[in-house]
């Protein structure tokens, strides 16, 4: 943690200390105590992960559904902030759970939208497109009903910009920034109010080649930024870097990526982008010819990339607990019902009573009474029944979401690897015809193009963590397969181009398509089976 956070948490912590010592004994254990503890880490640049965790145990020992679920949000961003996407989600999920037991619209609204982007980090865009479109039609009936600003509705619109210009849809990007700019006219905002929607204008300008216009209005809204939100600096900085880099002004490209990194370690927010600036920068340094920075960047990149992107890493471990977390949820939920099943239950036995009692018959009351319980059993049994199904429904998709995200992690983690081992490979011949006398370097970038049986010793290790089995039900059914064509099927699991095939298995592309002909015939399929499908359903 660097000087400037340490100043601004202690800056915080004082003030509360100061604000709350007369009154802390009595307080410490009060409802407003940890009200006032919430508002004053919520929405802060650094990370305040054991104050929203007091806050959070607190609200839950008291049952304190709509502060508990504002800690939730609160927490999943602080989380996401971090790169610890799996703990994010997982609380997410809870305080959708607890917004739709109140029927709060406002944040349903907030954790679907915060789903949606977490959803598209990890690539999975059906999932995100769903969220993003109930956070639409909440924003639209919140709206309607007043309980959402127009902020709500431009920001759900907003998402659907980022998700176009994801998938390389440009036209219907600036669609729905048209929407965004046509709400924002309608009431009224200010150029500063507008500024992240310029600043992704700027972006899809870019992306569409039109590089002088996108110079123009990023450089316009950094001077925005710099008064409503440096956070977002981060972000800026990244557009500017790889516009610069397009036009080949690698000098400039270097400094606005060295921006973004800076910003990114005093406000820790757009954690994800840090490891692409860092990318990004090595490459601008290359076109300059300074080889050793670019190899030191690119180091950094590389160990960045581990902490995000390994299943061992400290960032992305909460991912494995999601499961369990989850499993807790329903269980406090299943509490929770059972709860309101037996005061309901005691509630129609009293006002039996007292009708039976008042009639005077003894033998209508246990009449009543026995076809009461009878019909109890029986929705009893079906809400059990139900529950139960929806709740292996619910362990399934979990299951099943959880290694599609791992799977994400394995494939991202192993293609930067591979641009790692290619951009080495480019420096070792960049020094080679440039800076041959440059022994020293040369030797150390050379030491490093080695290492390609680790990488697939790597691999392999992550991806029988992820894929229990595979490798043993394909020997199982398929005997005549070889290891190597047993390590083809894993690659081709998870859709790798045959160019990363051939460089990872260390052959030719003829020799990958070789192989694939190979393992067709072993598997016994037509010419009209899908390899890739029958594989994934293994």
Known sequence: MNVSKIVGRCSILLGLLFAFTPLFSAQKDSTDWYIDLYNSVAKQDSS????????????????????????????????????????????????????????????????????????????????????EQKALDLSKDGLQSGLLTEGALISAYFDFVHSYRRKENYTMALQYLDSC?????????????????????????????????????????????????????TIIYFYLGNTYYALKDYKNAELAFEKAIENVDVRPRHYDVKAECLNRMAKSLEQQGKYQEAYQVLSQAKELNDELFSTKGFQNSGVLDIRNTYKEKLDERDRIILERDKELIEQKASNLRIRMFLMGSFALFVIALLVFRIQFQRKKHKIEKERQKNKAQLQEEKSKVLVEMKNKELTSFTLRLIDKDTMISDLAESITEYAPANEALLKSVKLKTTGRLKLWEEFDKRFIDVNKGFYETLKSRFPELTPT??????????????????????????????????????????????????????
């Open 181 to 233: 700019y046509y709400i924002a006219d309608k009431y009224k905002y200010t150029s500063s109010q507008k500024a992240y929607l310029t600043s992704e204008k700027g972006n899809i300008f870019r992306k569409q080649g039109r590089l002088s216009e996108a110079l123009e209005i990023l450089i316009k809204v950094e001077k925005e930024f710099q008064n409503i939100d440096q956070g977002y600096l």
């Open 48 to 131: 305040y992960t054991n104050e929203l965790n007091a806050c959070y145990r607190y609200f839950q020992q008291q049952k304190d559904t709509l502060w508990l679920t504002k800690t939730l949000i609160e927490r999943a961003e602080d989380e996401s902030n971090e790169g610890n996407y799996g703990a994010a989600i997982s609380d997410l999920w809870e305080a959708l759970d607890l917004a739709e037991l109140r029927g709060n619209i406002i944040m349903q609204h907030q954790v679907h939208a915060n789903l949606g982007w977490i959803y598209n980090v990890f690539g999975k865009s059906k999932e995100a497109f769903m969220h």
């Open 485 to 538: 064509e047993l390590k083809h099927c894993a690659l081709i699991k998870l859709n790798f181009s045959s160019k990363e095939m051939a460089q990872l298995l260390n052959i030719s592309l003829n020799g990958v398509n070789t192989s694939r002909y190979r393992i067709r015939k072993k598997l016994k399929l037509e010419r009209e089976d899908n390899l890739v499908s029958f594989i994934d359903g293994v």
